[in-house]
């Protein structure tokens, strides 16, 4: 009889883990959701991959663009992620930041940076990001562009060694590069673009560039510019051929940036203005 009981009991336990359902989460309904293409999973950051960081004088003036995923209040209103977005962000003089989904986020990057003057594009219809300026030198002129590009681009212009620099800052659809890049390539002649244009792999085809031909790529193909494990140049310096003479150097800067803070390194170039 006992060892009846015995075969009884395991087979109910059989039974109970065969038919239970899975314990496995759903998926929270009204997650956010990016239109950046899934490339992989993240891997974890490595410390001798940190990219140089800038340390020049008051003759350089170094410019910068990074995109905070979905940077929203919830992410400025972490007092730590606050934090190391200021120690990265104080390396440069002039820093674009791309994903910005509330503006309230960036008033309040902007409390915690005084030393910046700041500025945000406006929002036209059913565009859900901005485009957000923090510069230790005051702009010339801002123009807020409006087209075919689902984020149309900012163009900030600069006094610079007497001369006006243009810099064109966009954040390209990954889906749409061809088109978005090629009508960036009829508005920019000169200056300086900069940005996440998602161009690389399997988004655009970098052996057969069509525009920017005359323009220096500073970050070569396969460079990795986010968290992931990919060899995928995402973000992108490009300057005009006549701007080269300002060029002393660029970078990734990588350190203080985590995953929870965003999927895209810093991109960042200098320029030589006496």
Request: net charge negative; with cysteine.
């Amino acid at each position: 009889m006992r060892q009846f009981i015995l075969i009884v009991a395991l087979l109910v336990m059989v039974l109970l883990l065969v038919f239970l359902p899975s314990t496995d989460l759903p998926i929270e309904e009204g997650t956010e959701q990016s239109d950046e293409p899934t490339i992989s999973e993240p891997i974890a950051e490595q410390s001798e991959d940190w990219g140089n960081l800038p340390s020049f004088d008051e003759d350089t003036i170094t410019i910068a663009n990074w995109n905070i995923e979905v940077f929203k209040v919830d992410k400025a209103k972490n007092a730590a992620m606050l934090d190391a977005m200021k120690k990265v962000i104080s390396h440069y003089d002039v820093v674009f930041i791309q994903e910005i989904r509330e503006p309230e986020a960036f008033d309040i990057l902007c409390d915690a940076l005084p030393e910046y003057a700041c500025q945000m594009t406006a929002r036209r219809g059913d565009q859900i990001e901005y485009y957000g300026l923090l510069s230790k030198i005051a702009p010339v002129d801002w123009i807020d562009h409006v087209g075919m590009w689902d984020r149309p681009p900012l163009e900030v212009s600069f006094a610079i060694n007497d001369e006006i620099i243009k810099v064109y800052n966009i954040h390209l659809n990954g889906r749409r590069v061809k088109s978005e890049i090629a009508a960036l390539a009829d508005l920019a002649k000169d200056g300086i673009v900069i940005g996440d244009l998602n161009s690389d792999c399997e988004y655009y085809d970098v052996n057969n560039k069509e525009v920017f031909l005359d323009w220096k790529w500073l970050i070569p193909d396969g460079t990795r510019t986010t968290v992931y494990d990919s060899s995928c140049a995402f973000d992108r310096i490009l300057l005009h051929k006549d701007m080269m003479g300002y060029y002393i150097d660029h970078g990734i800067h990588k350190q203080d940036i985590s995953r929870e803070m965003s999927d895209h390194y810093l991109i960042w170039v200098a320029l030589e203005v006496e």
